[in-house]
């Protein structure tokens, strides 16, 4: 199974990015994340969704600017990012989990993409 993650790119503090990710369809009942690792750092855990579109958990830097969501129908993944800031910088991925609903623990996720790197200028 391959996950493609798309929709990275620059942009301005303040502005938005929607990124989506496209999994295979034996990922529709998995639950999905998204995860991101900047420059020097290690990876953090961004967002997380069930298999159903429920459970939704976000990391407390990015709760109330971003909105994961997901069409099981396209089996795709949207990581909505608004009002981004400089330390939103950093290479997003999207992965797919063993269970069900999602979790924040990268150990939980089998499956990545490959990255989409995200700029925000100041």
């Known amino acids: 199974v391959q996950l493609q993650a798309s929709g990275g790119g620059l942009v301005h503090s303040g502005g938005s990015l929607r990124l989506s990710c496209v999994a295979g369809r034996t990922s529709s009942n998995n639950g999905m994340g998204w995860f991101r690792q900047a420059p020097g750092k290690e990876r953090e855990f961004v967002a997380t969704?069930?298999?159903?579109?429920?459970?939704?958990y976000y990391a407390d830097s990015v709760k109330g600017r971003f909105t994961i969501s997901r069409d099981r129908t396209k089996n795709t993944v949207y990581l909505q990012m608004n009002s981004l800031k400089p330390e939103d910088t950093a290479v997003y991925y999207c992965?797919?989990?063993?269970?069900?609903?999602?979790?924040?623990?990268?150990?939980?996720?089998?499956?990545w993409g490959q990255g989409t790197l995200v700029t925000v200028s100041s």
């Open positions: 992965a797919a989990s063993r269970y069900a609903v999602g979790s924040s623990e990268a150990g939980h996720y089998t499956k």
């Open positions: 969704i069930a298999w159903n579109g429920g459970n939704i």
